[in-house]
């Protein structure tokens, strides 16, 4: 059942059958669907039309959809309309994320693929960007899909807390170590889109199923692209899988080139991670942890901030201190249950 208004979707293919297939496909779950055959055409629609997601061929007869995409994200109007690029050419698939698009679909289209993320990016679209309420849900999607695995226990607020004081640290402006703060207990809401059987293994992922969890970077960006400050939010979501030298994902960032709060969440997030208990392995102590921290400053991670994360480490009361912080209490009114995560 659709929510609020049903959205209007512009379809962008030079290709007759899958325009019309997937006007028909978006169309059937009550969305307002808009063609174009090219570039031209799909700009004037844009500029008639109040869009809430375009789905864009990356080949067009008259530029690259590519390039069309950078364009539309350079223009104030269209740099945060969710757009997904679709291709029957896998190897084009390669850099397709990097352009901007929120996602990428390849032909032959899986029809429940295509509404879930259509679905998922039309909603985001039409929150109510100021709205508490809008952040509350978003919270409690983090929180929910955190509750599908059991292997870990409050690891949003154990990463918000750590994050939030690195972000101290680090001389980060007040609305910056907020949204440092949010970007953390947010950082795997796209997590949403991964099937439970992967999410729920009680062993190390497969490099197979790794492939499956590493789009949660971008669907995340695009679920909080709105809350106020979604920016730099979805800019910390999206980065906080990039490393230091480069070759992480989804965008192969290095160095100084990932937002501050990517690099800040992937510190508290990696530190979190290996001091807590999985089924194929012993949590390190804290001093194990740091070690393993100093060992991937210069290749995973920012060294300044490893120098910076160690004595906030070390000052704190492990285990207890994130579960009694008072971001906990803050955060805890917005939702109904505490959320368990993997």
Do not use: N
Not at 233 to 243: C, D, F, K
Not at 246 to 257: F, H, N, R, S, T
């Amino acid at each position: 059942m659709m929510m609020g208004r049903a959205g209007t979707i512009l379809v962008v293919d030079d290709d007759e059958t899958c325009r019309k297939q997937l006007a028909q496909l978006v169309g059937s779950l009550g969305y307002a669907v808009a063609t174009a055959r090219d570039a031209d055409e799909a700009l004037a629609r844009i500029g008639d039309t109040a869009l809430d997601l375009i789905l864009l061929d990356v080949r067009l007869p008259d530029i690259d959809g590519r390039a069309l995409l950078r364009k539309l994200r350079a223009q104030a109007a269209t740099a945060d309309l969710p757009i997904i690029l679709t291709t029957g050419h896998p190897e084009l698939a390669r850099g397709a994320l990097s352009s901007g698009a929120d996602a990428l679909l390849l032909k032959p289209f899986r029809h429940d693929e295509v509404l879930s993320w259509v679905r998922c990016l039309v909603r985001a679209r039409q929150a109510d960007a100021e709205s508490e309420r809008l952040e509350h849900v978003l919270f409690s999607i983090a929180a929910s899909v955190e509750a599908r695995s059991s292997y870990l226990e409050d690891h949003l607020w154990r990463v918000a807390s750590f994050g939030e004081a690195l972000a101290q640290a680090a001389g980060l402006r007040a609305d910056e170590v907020k949204t440092v703060r949010r970007a953390a207990l947010m950082h795997d809401i796209g997590m949403i889109g991964v099937p439970d059987i992967i999410l729920r293994q009680p062993r190390s992922l497969t490099p197979s199923e790794r492939t499956q969890v590493k789009p949660h970077t971008v669907l995340g960006a695009s679920l909080t692209r709105a809350l106020v400050g979604r920016r730099e939010i979805s800019a910390s979501v999206r980065g906080h899988h990039e490393r230091w030298i480069g070759g992480g994902y989804p965008d192969g960032m290095a160095g100084e080139q990932i937002p501050v709060g990517a690099r800040i969440v992937s510190i508290a997030d990696a530190y979190d991670a290996l001091t807590t208990a999985r089924p194929y392995r012993a949590p390190m102590s804290a001093g194990q942890a740091l070690d393993v921290l100093w060992g991937g400053a210069d290749e995973q991670w920012d060294p300044r901030l490893i120098e910076l994360f160690a004595p906030i480490v070390r000052a704190r009361d492990l285990g207890a201190s994130a579960r009694t912080h008072p971001l906990t209490l803050e955060i805890g009114r917005a939702l109904t249950t505490s959320a368990p995560s993997r």
